[in-house]
């Protein structure tokens, strides 16, 4: 059950209320006493203290001082991570339910503090034997505010889902979520929020000549998937489609360049890219947005067998390009060529794709953010870099020089599937942009789409990082 956000149209009394503030000037008595006031000002301004708790036998009220930053998008951040460690204290209490007031700060401020209560209050339980004792008692919040409107919260409300979608879709194992599977979870999305979905099966995947997904999926003994989700509402204001790729590799192994280590423990997320998009695209039809958006998703397990694709095999993709085969490890790449080229036929005004592609891109920014590369598409990056602020999901752009691809020739095919070491992340970028022929931005999601401990509201396993920086980017162009 998710965490749902609703607007109170008046604060009722004997009722759990937490009362957000920038400053202690904003505190009046309306809720507190005297004294009360007079020791949140003492301890504030002494032992700078800024979290109070009062309890009131069949009822709690909350104090929260939160820092306001010179950038919005700072203190908003500030104000998520603040919801989420009071939806620790209130499930630590067994509190079901909380209305925020806020005082002398901003709707936008409320918002964040409700987005990063319910995100923190995500919860995966679905294989414990006792759930009950498990789950989380936080189930409402409510938000007392003049200075926000219904559709607002209804919006929260709708990319909140979304988010925990995607979580969902990374959290499950591969004896689950298989590519069938995986295309079965998009078709239901697709019924709740009126997108039209068509799954391609492998018959249908070779018809279309799809070398990259075939040949990464000959050591499965599950079939590929190819779904196209398309919302097209009949008020679209873009002429040409909006399409977005998301690199759906159900579980890695690595193939016969095998992982080892620990570098297979977290394989199962290998489908990050293709959770958020789905994802991205549900929110964006439930919200209704007048964009005409489509997504595109390959998806499959690279495993091994007697017949797995191996290093030295050249591969013919979607598009006619030949790949010489030098890493097995190296399959996302492979999945989404054939998926960008595919996106060719929609002349799209913009692609972007997200992947968890390579792990240099985590190591160059580690957990903090998401590598980026663009072609064509300056304007568009500019843009997408405002919205990662906004929802501080932000965007790294590394340079994408002609040179890089240079690294990608091979001497008897038209590409390697994989260069050298340096600016491995980059190199996977270039050899993408072999297959599109329009605007195109790579989003390199490896760093961020699972957490190993928890990060606050981001949770802990798979953190749907990127829905929100998508669907505010989205919600941007209409």
């Not at 036998?57 to 991570?81: A, M």
């Not at 460690?85 to 209490?93: A, C, D, G, I, V």
């Not at 190819?226 to 909006?242: A, C, D, H, R, Y």
């Amino acid at each position: 059950m998710r965490t749902i956000i609703k607007k109170n149209e008046q604060l009722s009394a004997n009722s759990n209320t937490a009362i957000l503030v920038s400053n202690t000037n904003h505190l009046d008595g309306n809720l507190l006493d005297p004294a009360e006031l007079a020791y949140i000002e003492k301890e504030y301004n002494e032992n700078k203290i800024d979290c109070f708790n009062f309890n009131r036998l069949n009822y709690w009220i909350f104090v929260r001082i939160i820092k306001q930053e010179k950038e919005t998008h700072k203190t908003l951040e500030h104000f998520r991570k603040s919801g989420d460690k009071l939806q620790s204290e209130l499930n630590s209490l067994k509190l079901t339910s909380i209305t925020l007031q806020g005082e002398g700060i901003s709707g936008n401020e409320i918002l964040s503090f409700a987005e990063g209560m319910a995100l923190g209050n995500y919860q995966f339980i679905k294989y414990f034997k006792d759930k009950t004792e498990k789950k989380n008692s936080l189930k409402t919040i409510g938000i007392f505010s003049e200075n926000i409107e219904k559709n607002q919260i209804e919006e929260l409300n709708i990319v909140n889902e979304a988010v925990c979608k995607a979580r969902d879709l990374v959290n499950e194992p591969v004896m689950y979520l298989n590519a069938v599977n995986l295309a079965e979870q998009f078709t239901l999305m697709a019924m709740d929020s009126g997108i039209k979905i068509n799954v391609f099966n492998k018959k249908k995947i070779e018809s279309l000549k799809m070398g990259g997904l075939l040949s990464v999926n000959k050591g499965s003994i599950d079939p590929p998937t190819f779904t196209v989700m398309e919302w097209n509402p009949g008020n679209s204001i873009n002429e040409k489609p909006l399409v977005l790729v998301g690199k759906g590799v159900v579980y890695d192994t690595g193939g016969l360049n095998i992982k080892t280590g620990k570098f297979m423990e977290e394989m199962k997320s290998d489908m990050g890219g293709a959770a958020i998009i789905g994802a991205t695209i549900y929110a964006a039809a439930k919200a209704k947005l007048p964009l005409h958006i489509i997504a595109l998703i390959p998806a499959t397990d690279n495993r091994l067998n007697g017949n797995a694709y191996v290093s030295g095999d050249i591969i013919t993709m979607h598009n006619g390009l030949t790949v010489e085969v030098i890493n097995t490890d190296a399959e996302g790449r492979m999945i989404l060529a054939d998926a960008l080229s595919y996106a060719q036929k929609y002349d799209p005004e913009l692609v972007i794709d997200a992947a968890t592609l390579t792990g240099s891109a985590q190591r160059a920014i580690g957990k903090y953010g998401i590598v980026a590369m663009q072609s064509q598409a300056h304007e568009a990056m500019e843009e997408l870099k405002k919205s990662g602020d906004n929802v501080y999901e932000r965007i790294a752009e590394f340079p994408f020089w002609d040179e890089y691809a240079d690294m990608m020739k091979s001497n008897i095919a038209d590409l390697i599937n994989a260069g050298p070491p340096e600016a491995g992340m980059i190199t996977a970028g270039k050899f993408l942009e072999k297959f599109t022929n329009y605007p195109f931005i790579h989003l390199d999601i490896a760093g961020v789409a699972f957490a190993e401990n928890r990060d606050s509201y981001r949770n802990m396993g798979g953190t749907g990082f990127g829905v929100r920086l998508l669907f505010d980017f989205l919600k941007k162009q209409s």
